[in-house]
């Protein structure tokens, strides 16, 4: 019997690993979809590729990459709608999977995005089957969240990279603002106190 195959957007290689385990157990030929715009900076895109690699090569997976950094893409879509830059985010990234997806006639597509506790699901799921309805395949929304720790914890086993921040300019100023936020508040507390 053939597999039904499904296209996997992936955002890193640590968020692959438990979606990938789930999608293969329900019957799924899963093949992988890197396509990120949203990454900064360079070095960090390059990181997420390596990482995604290492991966791939782990698990046997079919990696269709799109390696153009797409920082420009990106900003232009972003800008002046910073505060609702996951929408703007997960469109562009879901838009161009649900494109391939049809193109390869595939009978399915969904998204490592849906593996984060931090990512906003609802919103995911809607523009999923959004874009489904309009290229004509099917969404596969499925929340992978469960697997978090697991899906972690084998990242860490196998030495793959896990990165601090959701990948956008934008959550990189929010993850390294809270810390100097920290740091200051604990510096004043230590002020008063002396």
């Not at 950094?69 to 985010?89: A, P």
């Not at 395949?137 to 990242?155: I, L, S, W």
Request: glycine share 4%; hydrophobic share 35%; net charge positive.
């Amino acid at each position: 019997m053939k597999k039904k195959q499904i296209l996997l957007h992936i955002c890193c290689g640590p968020c692959t690993l438990y979606p990938l385990k789930v999608l293969r157990e329900e019957g799924f030929e899963a093949i992988g979809f890197f396509y990120n715009p949203n990454i900064h900076p360079y070095r960090e895109f390059r990181r997420r590729i390596s990482a995604l690699r290492q991966v791939a090569e782990k698990k046997d997976l079919e990696v269709i990459w799109n390696r153009d950094y797409g920082l420009r893409t990106f900003l232009r879509e972003v800008i002046f709608r910073e505060d609702d830059r996951c929408e703007v985010c997960y469109y562009l990234r879901l838009r161009e999977t649900a494109r391939l997806a049809a193109e390869l006639k595939a009978e399915a597509f969904t998204t490592t995005l849906l593996y984060s506790p931090f990512q906003k699901h609802e919103l995911i799921r809607d523009i999923g089957e959004a874009l489904a309805a309009q290229f004509k395949v099917t969404f596969f929304y499925q929340d992978f969240r469960p697997g978090y720790r697991k899906g972690q914890e084998e990242a860490i086993t196998l030495g793959i990279y896990r990165q601090p921040y959701c990948g956008c300019i934008f959550s990189e100023e929010e993850r390294y603002d809270k810390k100097l936020r920290r740091r200051r508040q604990r510096h004043e507390s230590f002020h008063r106190i002396s």
